[in-house]
């Protein structure tokens, strides 16, 4: 669904422009296929939940922001914006996390 909608949003792919883009799919049907994506989800988020979307340092990787759940566009920008300023931040090492639960107390959906 954020695929569908909210990444194709002309806000949201100007912003996306920015990043490179590598998909993780967590939800293979055969088992054996599935597990490695999953056990690298559950390293990089700490969750197996879906959508989770994490941002990573190019050159260092460290882990710059993590998106659990789908959100508004406002939010999706705003954790955008997030993981760019983490990674031009000198000694940034700290992830912020923006869940479904935050979004939607704050008009998020």
């Given at each position: 669904m954020m695929e569908e909608k909210v990444f194709r949003r002309p806000a949201v792919a100007g912003v996306l422009e920015k990043f490179i883009e590598a998909r993780l799919h967590s939800d293979h049907p055969d088992a054996e296929k599935r597990k490695p994506n999953v056990d690298l989800q559950k390293r990089l988020t700490s969750s197996v939940?879906?959508?989770?979307?994490?941002?990573?340092?190019?050159?260092?990787?460290?882990?710059?922001?993590?998106?659990?759940?789908?959100?508004?566009?406002?939010?999706?920008?705003?954790?955008?914006?997030?993981?760019l300023a983490a990674r031009d931040k000198p000694g940034q090492d700290e992830i912020q996390v923006a869940s479904a639960k935050e979004a939607a107390t704050s008009g998020g959906q």
């Open positions: 939940a879906n959508p989770v979307y994490v941002t990573v340092n190019p050159v260092t990787g460290v882990k710059l922001a993590i998106q659990m759940g789908a959100t508004s566009d406002e939010k999706f920008i705003e954790y955008l914006e997030t993981s």
